[in-house]
């Protein structure tokens, strides 16, 4: 367990992430998935003792925020910390765009708390910046509104780089950011990390087994036969040529991971924890199945790390 940032917040170092079970119908769907499933993957989420799931009005089009609800009515034990976000605004189509004005984050704060029948979100957070003059400075005032009025507890941001951190940090404190962070994806290390720990700003960091890409369940068939609505069956990292390059990496991680009897993906989510300034990271599952194959990120042993850096490049 460890305090979050400025805040009250003491979460285990695992957080549950919702963004796949949000299902189809939108830009970013991971595709259909079993409602019933994603309960019973909620569920054994908290079993393992993790204490906080993180969701955000666009899965799914606040499908997620729904399937979380429906989790919470039907959990028994202690109540986790419910995070999300606001600040993107899609249409019929499934199209999303960015807007982070006063009046959107205030109708997105509504409805999440309608959705995830809660009285207070425990961490609000706006899901990414956006270039329109002065929009990011309204949204951090209407984030300090909102913490004022009972609505969320503390305010996050995701997405954001250190210098649009240092904007806001000017208005009020920043109690999160939360950013992607793998293996392959160490863009965050050079400038924002150290803002991060030069400011108090705690790190909960996405997408460690790179959308499922090191899980060590992706194969060349399955990233092949990916349906056409979910979004990874369009992204470069999932075809050739950087999907054999990150197959092979993936390969070096079940062999360090092999001796301690862990996974690919409990390496890889081990691996982003190593990093001094990264509080938390969040584990995305599907099924109670997968939850229990990463819940061991937490105790993997020291591992050959230099060597699989250089192989990730």
């Given amino acids: 367990m460890t305090l979050l940032g400025d805040s009250d917040l003491d979460i285990t170092r695992l957080g549950f992430g919702t963004w796949a079970i949000g299902g189809p119908g ?8 079993n409602d019933d499933e994603s309960v019973r993957a909620i569920h054994r989420a908290l079993e393992h003792g993790i204490n906080w799931i993180d969701t955000a009005a666009v899965y799914g089009l606040g499908h997620a925020e729904d399937v979380v609800r429906r989790a919470l009515d039907e959990w028994s034990g202690p109540r986790p910390y419910v995070f ?25 704060c509504e409805d999440s708390l309608r959705r995830l029948n809660v009285d207070v979100i425990d961490l609000y957070q706006i899901h990414w910046p956006t270039k329109v003059p002065g929009e990011i400075e309204e949204a951090w005032e209407t984030m300090q ?7 969320i507890r503390w305010a996050g941001v995701s997405n954001f780089d250190e210098e649009q ?8 404190p920043v109690t999160s950011l939360q950013p992607p962070y793998s293996l392959r994806r160490r863009g965050i290390e050079e400038r924002v990390l150290p803002y991060c720990v030069e400011h108090g700003i705690g790190v909960i960091v996405y997408a460690p ?5 090191l899980s060590g369940a992706m194969t060349r068939e399955r990233a092949a036969s990916l349906p056409d609505d979910d979004w990874r069956s369009r992204h470069r990292e999932f075809q050739p040529p950087l999907l054999d390059r990150n197959l092979k990496l993936v390969e070096r991680m079940r062999e360090a991971g092999a001796p301690h009897g862990k996974s690919p993906g409990e390496i890889a989510i081990a691996w982003t924890l190593r ?16 939850v229990d194959g990463v819940a061991g990120a937490l105790n993997v042993p020291e591992v050959d790390w230099a060597a699989l850096e250089e192989y990730a490049g």
């Fill in 26 to 33: 939108w830009v970013s769907g991971w595709g259909t998935q």
């Fill in 84 to 108: 999300t976000k606001c600040g993107l605004e899609w249409d019929a189509d499934g199209d999303v765009r960015r807007v982070i004005s006063a009046d959107r984050i205030r109708a997105e």
């Fill in 145 to 151: 509104a909102l913490r004022e009025e009972g609505k």
């Fill in 165 to 172: 951190l240092a904007r806001v940090n000017a208005i009020a």
């Fill in 209 to 213: 087994m790179f959308s499922g890409l």
């Fill in 275 to 290: 990093n001094p300034a990264v509080t938390a990271a969040i584990v995305g599952g599907r099924s109670a199945e997968q």
